[in-house]
């Protein structure tokens, strides 16, 4: 596992979870992700897997605004590289 992806992707879902231009839900996604990701009974993949699904769902809500879905995609694409790792 890269420890520094690992912790890059923690930290995007903490920025995500902290900002207030988003909505609600797209929070509270953002927060039980970081808890799903920090489930050591399952391997890496599934975790990564079982994230990058819901929020990919969660990018096509129209209620998200552009600069999260942006915010979004970023970290799908990162947790793609760290199961990949």
Not at 39 to 56: G, H, M, P, Y
């Given at each position: ?15 995500l ?8 839900n ?60």
């Amino acid at each position: 596992m890269n420890q520094g992806l690992f912790n890059e992707v923690m930290q995007l879902l903490d920025e995500l979870n902290q900002d207030l231009s988003v909505p609600k839900n797209v929070r509270k996604v953002a927060l039980d992700s970081r808890m799903k990701l920090n489930n050591q009974k399952e391997s890496l993949d599934l975790r990564c897997a079982k994230v990058i699904s819901t929020l990919d769902d969660l990018s096509n809500d129209p209620n998200v605004p552009s600069v999260g879905r942006t915010f979004l995609y970023t970290i799908i694409s990162k947790l793609e590289a760290l199961a990949k790792s």
